[in-house]
């Protein structure tokens, strides 16, 4: 239908108005997880640093804000970018030498993080943010980060992050990482519950409104449900959990 003048002179001359943000979240008021935060932000004797890819901060749906604010200030850090430490990063590259300062990453010298607190308990943990691909190329382009201590979790559980598809199935968000971790750390599940309260929210108001449950890549793969062909990187991910179980 077309339009003459006088129907655009009736149109309304005020920009369409926003929908309410949360001030903490930064998310709309109507699927703001605040509530479900911690009482009182919790303040472990460690820290955790996230080294956080420059695309994850666009996603919508991500955790590490939610584990910023359950955290108690400066217990939680974020250094952005796709190498690090850069001149930017102040204070980043004395946390990285610490010899205190572990690495949760599961390469091949990595050793699991219960047999490391066996000898030495760690104050700082290290965790990049970003998808398993932004992940690996952020490690190949920080060789300080080779240096490091690395350790690795082995839990044996799904992630409860259940709206976005994981490479495998023992493939955690960076929210559950870093809760499953402090757990250890801290010799309490108390962080793995309470940190990890908005994001089972967050799945539920989702799947309450459309959303579906994604299984990982890796199990519709051996059941014939995934629907393109795996890249090359994805391909040698799976090959290597298989001869690794």
Not at 43 to 69: D, F, G, W, Y
Not at 148 to 161: D, F, H, N, P
Not at 221 to 242: A, F, V, W
Request: with cysteine; charged share 25%; net charge positive.
């Amino acid at each position: 239908m077309d339009l003459t003048w006088e129907d655009l002179v009736e149109l309304p001359a005020d920009p369409p108005s926003k929908r309410d943000v949360c001030d903490k979240c930064r998310r709309p008021s109507n699927v703001c997880w605040c509530s479900f935060l911690p009482d009182e932000p919790l303040n472990p004797h460690c820290r955790v640093i996230l080294l956080q890819h420059p695309a994850e901060e666009k996603r919508c749906l991500r955790t590490a804000p939610m584990l910023s604010l359950g955290l108690s200030p400066g217990r939680c850090l974020i250094f952005k970018g796709k190498k690090f430490p850069q001149q930017r990063h102040e204070g980043l590259h004395e946390i990285l030498v610490d010899p205190r300062s572990v690495l949760l990453y599961p390469s091949r010298a990595a050793t699991t993080l219960d047999s490391m607190m066996q000898t030495e308990k760690p104050i700082n943990l290290i965790i990049i943010d970003g998808t398993w691909p932004q992940a690996k190329t952020i490690y190949n382009n920080s060789p300080l980060l080779h240096s490091m201590t690395q350790v690795k979790l082995v839990m044996g559980i799904s992630s409860e992050y259940v709206i976005r598809s994981q490479p495998t199935d023992g493939c955690l968000s960076t929210l559950e990482t870093a809760a499953e971790a402090l757990a250890v750390v801290e010799g309490s599940d108390v962080f793995k519950h309470a940190l990890t309260q908005p994001l089972r929210a967050l799945c539920d108001y989702q799947l309450c409104h459309g959303a579906v449950t994604h299984q990982s890549k890796e199990f519709r793969m051996k059941n014939q449900t995934y629907p393109k062909l795996i890249g090359k990187r994805l391909s040698k991910l799976l090959r290597s959990t298989e001869n690794s179980q």
